[in-house]
């Protein structure tokens, strides 16, 4: 037995061991928030929801995902034969590794670094990357325009992202997920958002159009663009774009509760329920958003962001700086 | 020989990867391709900032230039394509790529040549400064270097917005 926890402990074993945990979670997390989404779709507006395959429709996520996997995979004409198939799974594969340094509960931990916070911000960035390279590599107009549209308000969008998780590393003096988190588990008034309210909702804001969630779907906007980025991809291909995205909510509002809403620490029986339940409450939160704002124009996203998100966000870094000085 | 064969096997892979990249970057035929292969070649330098012991520059190479460089270079590209497709995919005579591979090994063999004569010495890795020392040096004792560089990067910018301005007039 002791044998076994020793093989368990050595670095390399563990790191594999986090990485397919966060594997099956990120697969069993697909399931369920598809089948959510549809649901609390189908609730805002008025009807049942899936109902037809199983008890309540429990079942029709996996007879979605039978269905993908069993479609066939197009490629278009002229399409980009390397770029096109490289971009899923560039959208997908940095997932993994950003779940890997977020402290889960006190022990649920993949990787304990330093500059885990970094290390997120830094992987989460690929995905821009890989809807540049789905839109150009289609050969297809729609997609080339979901393309731009990513890249100017992702690259807007980053700016007051992190800026506002700048506030609460300077609040916390560190990077690292777990000293933020223990810095937050003296009862619910030490939780950050409590003393950094606006760098939460400028966070919330900017995580909403870097994930691409309404009302900042403009790269896949289907009124407009087909389907944006994604419109030539079938099958799997398209299928892991839509991993990525949900996996991605999951990183944002695992990072978000981390930062702003003390982690796993609650007031009561701290624990990783704790964790997972602001995660699913914060997804809820945006779930719900989808289905109450329509999708803003393209100047008011931008205007949203370079005229009220950054200088807000600019704002509230120096005053931060300037109160940690003076406490100091 | 015994250093040869002592290299880590991170190094080998960053190595490759960082080789790959600049090959691919500098033979693809298609702007976009080439991109991603200078992108590879980021990821490559990352590595080795890693196994230097500065994960901090390492990430910040990842955050930076591949998450917001190449992606402003990808939408320069997409901004300036022209309606014939790619631009300068100019197919290469004999003479030039004769050129081109003369350039290639003339230069690998001088630095060959200065790498055998004076092998530098492997310094032993020195432990991981911590970002708040980082921070110490960049606004103590390199704070000149460290303004004149945002200078540089601020000149540049005025540049770039004073030149997109007289384009637009001379229209």
């Known amino acids: ?328 | 020989m015994d250093q040869l064969s002592g290299i880590h096997p991170a190094y080998g892979l960053y190595l490759v990867l960082i080789i790959s990249g600049g090959a691919v970057a500098v033979l693809a035929r298609s702007l976009v391709r080439a991109l991603s292969g200078l992108i590879i070649t980021l990821f490559g330098v990352a590595g080795m900032y890693l196994l230097m012991a500065a994960p901090f520059i390492a990430f910040m190479q990842i955050l930076i230039y591949v998450g917001a460089v190449t992606v402003l270079i990808f939408f320069a590209i997409m901004l300036t394509r022209t309606s014939e497709g790619e631009s300068g995919s100019e197919s290469g005579s004999v003479g030039r790529s004769f050129l081109g591979i003369w350039a290639a090994a003339f230069s690998t063999l001088v630095l060959a040549a200065v790498v055998v004569r004076h092998m530098p010495k492997a310094i032993p890795l020195k432990p991981e400064a911590s970002m708040g020392r980082l921070g110490e040096f960049l606004t103590g004792p390199f704070a000149l270097s460290f303004e004149l560089i945002s200078v540089v990067l601020f000149v540049a910018m005025a540049g770039a917005v004073l030149l997109g301005f007289e384009r637009r007039k001379a229209k």
């Open chain 1, 1 to 328: 037995m002791t044998q076994i926890l020793q093989f368990l402990m050595l670095p390399l074993v563990h790191l594999i061991v986090a990485l397919i945990a966060i594997l099956t979670f990120i697969a069993l997390n697909g399931l369920i928030l598809v089948y959510v989404e549809r649901k609390v779709a189908g609730f805002i507006q008025r009807r049942p929801g899936p109902f037809e395959v199983g008890p309540h429709g429990l079942l029709q996520p996996l007879a979605d995902a039978l269905k993908l996997v069993g479609k066939q995979l197009v490629m278009p004409r002229g399409a980009d034969r390397i770029l096109f198939w490289v971009a899923p799974l560039l959208s997908f594969a940095p997932v993994a590794i950003c779940l890997l340094p977020i402290p889960f509960g006190p022990y649920l931990l993949g990787l304990n670094v330093n500059l885990g916070l970094l290390l997120v911000l830094a992987f989460s960035g690929l995905n821009v990357l890989a809807l540049c390279l789905a839109g150009w590599g289609s050969n297809n107009k729609y997609a080339l325009l979901g393309a731009a549209r990513a890249v100017a308000q992702s690259v807007a969008y980053e700016i007051p992202l992190l800026l506002s998780v700048l506030c609460v590393a300077f609040t916390c003096g560190s990077l690292s997920f777990v000293d933020i988190t223990a810095s937050q588990t003296r009862g619910l008034l030490s939780w950050n958002v409590f003393s950094q309210p606006l760098a939460f909702l400028i966070f919330f804001v900017s995580a909403l159009a870097e994930t691409n969630r309404a009302p900042f779907d403009l790269p896949e906007a289907e009124s407009e663009l087909t389907a944006g980025f994604h419109t030539e991809y079938s099958g799997m291909g398209f299928g892991l774009f839509f991993l990525a995205e949900y996996s991605y909510m999951i990183v944002v509002s695992a990072v978000a509760s981390v930062l702003f809403l003390g982690g796993w620490s609650g007031p009561f029986f701290s624990g990783h329920w704790w964790m997972l339940g602001k995660i699913y409450a914060l997804i809820l939160i945006m779930m719900w958003f989808r289905w109450t704002y329509p999708r803003v124009r393209f100047d008011q996203l931008l205007n949203i962001c370079w005229k009220w998100l950054i200088p807000l966000s600019l704002i509230n870094l120096l005053g931060t700086a300037l109160i940690i000085n003076l406490v100091r």
